[in-house]
């Protein structure tokens, strides 16, 4: 048995004796985080949910317009609102009752078709909590309007199956300058300004989760400030047109050239995708809003074969109800 140390009290004593017997050092004891502490829970792991992926308004038969939504610790981020978005909800087996934010990119409809929709049906369901949204204006007149037209049926439920009150529970914001959008307690989203002539303000969202940093361009031509937003994230979703496709298509347009002109000065070509994934440094880049969609569809490897010449990370050609 150790001889006690001059000085010793006898708790100081008793210490050592148990320090001694267990093998764990007096200098451990002394700061014991390195032993002690509780390792740290790991990070909640995000979900990215393709809801649709079509380009453009009208509906198409192999596609669902834009759409997407990130789930962290159960609670459901929505961006755009494109046409179906809540069946596409349902689909993938999200829970219409978890939503608690919805971004919208900008005031195109192929967008924003079903935002006011898809509160609605989820409000007719297990929706019972606030729901803020965000989106260039006209936002809230968007969303007073909605109400508005929807005032017969939301007044009857809510005498007839005590519901709360819809109006209460959306809780829109404009958005017309970049910078952080909001910020919880799983996800901070940063918004720049794109250009998606001649809808302005148009807006990319990037979301840094817990495990990843997930970027969304919106509707854009090449822009600069998306390679900025998107610079080392680790998932960019981007819009995509593939030009040699689209001149077949308009070429029966009686207004082809300025169609072509059109498209050309607001969305971004196969090639122009894959640059700004690698000037980004991106690690994964995923390919939607497919421009042109419709039928024929064109096949995967036409739109993996024009992208990987320009951008040699991982590239996923986005389908309805992908999960990444």
């Known amino acids: 048995m150790r001889t006690p140390v001059k000085g010793d009290s006898p708790i100081d004593h008793a210490r050592r004796r148990l320090l001694h017997a267990t093998g764990v050092s007096l200098a451990a004891f002394a700061c014991p985080f390195p032993l002690f502490a509780r390792a740290s829970a790991p990070a909640a792991r995000s ?28 609670v459901i981020y929505v961006i755009d609102c494109g046409n179906g978005v809540a069946r596409q909800m349902v689909k993938a087996g999200l829970d219409l ?64 199956e005590g519901r709360p009150s819809l109006a209460r529970l959306i809780v829109p914001h404009e958005l017309t300058t970049p910078g952080m ?25 990037r979301f840094d989760c817990p495990d990843r940093s997930i970027v969304f361009s919106g509707d854009t031509r090449p822009s600069e400030n998306l390679v900025a937003l998107a610079r080392g994230a680790d998932v960019l979703v981007h819009e995509v047109m593939y030009l040699p496709a689209l001149d077949k298509l308009i070429a029966t347009e009686p207004n082809a050239s300025r169609l072509r002109e059109h498209l050309l000065a607001s969305h971004t070509t196969t090639e122009q995708v894959g640059r700004i994934a690698a000037d980004a440094g991106v690690k994964t880049l995923v390919l939607s809003h497919f421009v042109p969609g419709g039928y024929p569809p064109i096949p995967d490897e036409v739109w993996r074969d024009a992208v990987t010449p320009h951008f040699k990370g991982r590239l996923i050609v986005g389908h309805d109800l992908l999960e990444i």
């Open 47 to 74: 979900r990215l949910i393709l809801l649709g992926t079509a380009g453009g308004p009208t509906p198409k038969a192999d596609r669902s317009a834009p759409a997407n939504a990130i789930v962290v610790d159960g």
């Open 97 to 160: 009752g978890a939503i608690r934010n919805v971004f919208i990119t900008h005031q195109h409809s192929d967008h924003n078709a079903d935002y006011g929709n898809l509160l609605l049906l989820a409000w007719a369901g297990p929706l019972h909590s606030r729901v803020d949204t965000w989106g260039p204006p006209p936002l809230k007149e968007m969303t007073r309007l909605f109400l508005q037209m929807n005032h017969y049926d939301i007044r009857i439920r809510m005498a007839d």
């Open 181 to 205: 959008v909001m910020q919880d307690a799983r996800v901070k989203v940063t918004a720049v300004l794109v250009q998606h002539p001649p809808v302005r303000p148009a807006f990319a969202y």
